[in-house]
């Protein structure tokens, strides 16, 4: 199974009210593995870059709203590609994989916004995986934020001064495999990088089913001294009914 944790900064909370993508950044999980797969996007939103906002992720120093002295640090995007020049390369990286997503309903507007202005197919609501409501329902009543979760599990978000699109895929990417029990859920034995067929099918391992059943380890006496407890029990001993 292909997933990828993906993540957005933006200028604002709306696309609606002209607010536009400036990052993107997504891992790649198989069978809930990471296979090093990661995609990193900064993109130039087209406009100005509100004071809140730079102070939440830091980057568009350069295109701040704001007049007076400019704010030193952070990442440039004058020099960044829009949005449909990199919108195809995003969606190849995609693919057909299950998204992972923090507050799904949020990135997911964006994205569409952003690929419909760009003349790009959009991302269906279905194929995103909302961790902030995995969260709410596992532990209902308790914080869900990210920084929250990371609390919760011990996961080591001590990089994360700033959001960043990247830097919160890798931290989700964890806090998502604590959510579902942990990294091998499934109790099939995965690997981040899958064996191929001739026709270049992905194939997962499975345990395969002995030829020869174990023999049995139990003694004739304690074979006998069993029989013996079930005749003490009678026939309505659930050992004597038959599965």
Known sequence: MREIVLDTETTGLEPSEGHRIVEIGGLELYNHLPTGRTYHQYINPERGMPLGAFQVHGIGHDILETPGQPVPGGVTLRDKPVFARIGQAFLDFVGDAQLVIHNASFDMKFLNFELERAGLPGLPFNRATDTLMMARTKFPGSPATLDALCRRFGVDN??????????????????YLELIGGRQPDLVLGSADP??????????????????????????AEQAAHAEMLAKLGDAAIWRQSA
Request: aromatic fraction near 2%; avoid cysteine.
């Open 158 to 175: 001590s990089m994360r001064e700033k959001h960043g699109a990247l830097l919160d895929s890798e931290i989700l990417a964890e806090v």
């Open 195 to 220: 064996a191929r067929s001739a026709s270049g099918e992905a194939l997962t391992w499975r345990p395969r089913s002995r030829p020869e059943p174990l023999p049995p380890r139990i003694t004739e």
